[in-house]
């Protein structure tokens, strides 16, 4: 799928990831091509599941959620469970925002974002540790996002 995008396909992309909610006349002078055939092309991105959802980016400070953590987990397979069961009721836990099943010494990588590292520890202590299934954490605070991209 991905081999049938063209560089006009990838500038307009690139132009979305920037600003999702740019108008087609917009884009269509940035792009040099007429506003049909823009629309055409989101309309295809979106229908060939190249473009899943146009989204927003919040400001998490001005949320009250300016901590973000990434957590080690292992995973213990005595507990019953599947892997990937244990990771979706992870992903169901308020204020977390990503869970991936990664290889390697540590078996999930959960993002989580909340008002200050003691909100993040009782996401931890409290809630994510008593899931059957998630064994050994390690948490790591971030001081500040250098990138971010959705």
């Known amino acids: 799928m991905v081999n049938t ?3 006009t396909d990838l500038r307009l992309l690139k132009e979305l990831k920037e ?3 740019e108008n087609i006349a917009s884009l269509s002078k940035k792009l040099g091509i007429p506003r049909t055939t823009v629309h055409y092309r989101i309309k295809k991105l979106v229908e060939d599941g190249v473009i899943e959802k146009f989204t927003v ?3 998490y400070k001005k949320l ?3 901590t973000t953590a990434f957590i080690l987990a292992r995973y213990e397979p005595d507990s019953g469970l599947s892997q990937r069961e244990v990771a ?4 169901a836990l308020e204020g977390v925002y990503e869970v991936h099943i990664i290889a390697g010494e540590w078996d999930l990588l959960i993002k989580v974002r909340a008002p200050s590292s003691e909100a993040v ?3 931890v202590v409290d809630r994510l540790r008593e ?3 998630v064994g050994q954490t390690v948490t ?3 001081f500040v996002t250098v990138k971010e991209e959705l």
């Open 5 to 7: 995008l063209d560089a």
């Open 19 to 21: 600003n999702a909610r």
């Open 57 to 59: 980016k919040p400001d």
């Open 64 to 66: 009250d959620l300016g």
């Open 88 to 91: 979706e009721r992870i992903a």
């Open 121 to 123: 520890g009782r996401i």
């Open 131 to 133: 899931i059957k299934g």
């Open 140 to 142: 790591m605070v971030s």
